[in-house]
């Protein structure tokens, strides 16, 4: 399947939801050469991403991101994707081709003005968000985000950045029990909403190892 080359420019908007979750509990969902970062003493960053692509990106999409921890391999840092969630079929292929990440193809719905996100696989319901509307606004300000990733034996780091204008928000996240990220402790959390967002996710670093 065609898809466009590494790196995608991305426009639209989006949110994410920080948590501090317990490191015990995300080990299982992170590579297991990969040293999970502690922010707090047994605790390490995770969040929830959604957004939406709109007219001007290389592809115009939906996608969920779950990223259970900040991890670190020798001096690369960056979120881990557990789970990755989109509505086109060459974002999948893509995504998978380009950076080894785990995509794999859901419907959406998220009504904004009512604040409210849902993700479901068929009946399965992944997760549902429901998002206060943004406390305040910050304008153009720069978005970056480095992750690794891993495509067969290798392990990838890549990064977007860009700028949007931001918003402080709340949310409450759904998550059923039978939700594959369920384990992983998401409830309430704060974040930011991200609008008029240019993001490019860079090519994938392929990184040494021994």
């Given at each position: 399947m065609k898809y466009p080359p590494a790196p995608w420019r991305l426009r639209g908007?989006?949110?994410?939801?920080?948590?501090?979750l317990d490191i015990a509990r995300v080990r299982a969902f992170v590579s297991p050469e990969l040293s999970i970062l502690a922010v707090l003493p047994g605790k390490t960053l995770g969040g929830i991403y959604l957004a939406a692509y709109q007219p001007g990106s290389v592809l115009e999409y939906h996608e969920l991101i779950i990223i259970p921890a900040l991890v670190r391999y020798r001096w690369r840092l960056g979120a881990w994707i557990s789970h990755i969630y989109v509505d086109e079929?060459?974002?999948?292929?893509?995504?998978?081709?380009i950076w080894g990440l785990p995509k794999q193809l859901a419907e959406f719905t998220w009504d904004e003005s009512a604040g409210q996100g849902v993700v479901r696989q068929g009946a399965q319901l992944l997760c549902k968000l429901c998002l206060s509307q943004p406390l305040f606004w910050l304008r153009g300000l720069p978005v970056a985000l480095p992750a690794l990733s891993r495509k067969e034996e290798d392990l990838l780091w890549f990064?977007?950045?860009g700028t949007a204008r931001l918003g402080i928000t709340r949310g409450e996240v759904d998550i059923p029990l039978t939700s594959p990220f369920s384990a992983l402790g998401f409830s309430r959390g704060f974040g930011i909403h991200l609008h008029h967002l240019e993001l490019v996710v860079s090519a994938p670093v392929r990184l040494t190892r021994p």
């Amino acid at each position: 399947m065609k898809y466009p080359p590494a790196p995608w420019r991305l426009r639209g908007r989006a949110v994410c939801l920080f948590y501090l979750l317990d490191i015990a509990r995300v080990r299982a969902f992170v590579s297991p050469e990969l040293s999970i970062l502690a922010v707090l003493p047994g605790k390490t960053l995770g969040g929830i991403y959604l957004a939406a692509y709109q007219p001007g990106s290389v592809l115009e999409y939906h996608e969920l991101i779950i990223i259970p921890a900040l991890v670190r391999y020798r001096w690369r840092l960056g979120a881990w994707i557990s789970h990755i969630y989109v509505d086109e079929q060459r974002s999948v292929a893509g995504g998978r081709d380009i950076w080894g990440l785990p995509k794999q193809l859901a419907e959406f719905t998220w009504d904004e003005s009512a604040g409210q996100g849902v993700v479901r696989q068929g009946a399965q319901l992944l997760c549902k968000l429901c998002l206060s509307q943004p406390l305040f606004w910050l304008r153009g300000l720069p978005v970056a985000l480095p992750a690794l990733s891993r495509k067969e034996e290798d392990l990838l780091w890549f990064q977007g950045t860009g700028t949007a204008r931001l918003g402080i928000t709340r949310g409450e996240v759904d998550i059923p029990l039978t939700s594959p990220f369920s384990a992983l402790g998401f409830s309430r959390g704060f974040g930011i909403h991200l609008h008029h967002l240019e993001l490019v996710v860079s090519a994938p670093v392929r990184l040494t190892r021994p």
